[in-house]
């Protein structure tokens, strides 16, 4: 069973950065793309970076492209998004989710199967 656990959120001002971590507790996510999603005040969840479950292919948003970057510890099966230069449009609270085994690192939320409980991130202008 895929468990998810999302950490280093936080309020931080524009420009600065932060990195995210979510741990897989169930251990069980080696096979499985993982990505971040973020869902805005009083707007719809949205993509932000996916990697995939083997060669660490990569997609991104438009917004997020060359300011945030999405790694992952096979060994340890513990997903990251390092967020640079940030922007009050990033404030949100962040999800990671895991695909069903083999899939690839998709940018819609459909096609995640576990979600964990997301952790907020504030920028202040």
């Known amino acids: 069973q895929v468990q998810l656990v999302e950490s280093g959120g936080g309020l931080v001002p524009t420009g600065d950065s932060l990195r995210l971590s979510c741990t897989d507790s169930?251990?069980?996510?080696?096979?499985?793309?993982m990505g971040w999603f973020r869902q805005g005040p009083g707007k719809e969840r949205e993509f932000v970076a996916a990697?995939?479950?083997?060669?660490?292919?990569?997609n991104y948003a438009a917004s997020v492209m060359g300011r945030f970057t999405i790694s992952r510890d096979y060994s340890k099966n513990v997903l990251f998004l390092q967020m640079h230069s940030l922007r009050p449009e990033d404030t949100a609270v962040y999800y990671c989710a895991a695909t069903p085994r083999g899939a690839g690192p998709s940018m819609a939320s459909a096609m995640y199967a576990y979600w964990g409980q997301g952790t907020q991130v504030t920028v202040s202008s």
């Open positions: 169930g251990h069980t996510s080696n096979d499985s793309s």
């Open positions: 990697i995939s479950w083997i060669g660490g292919s990569t």
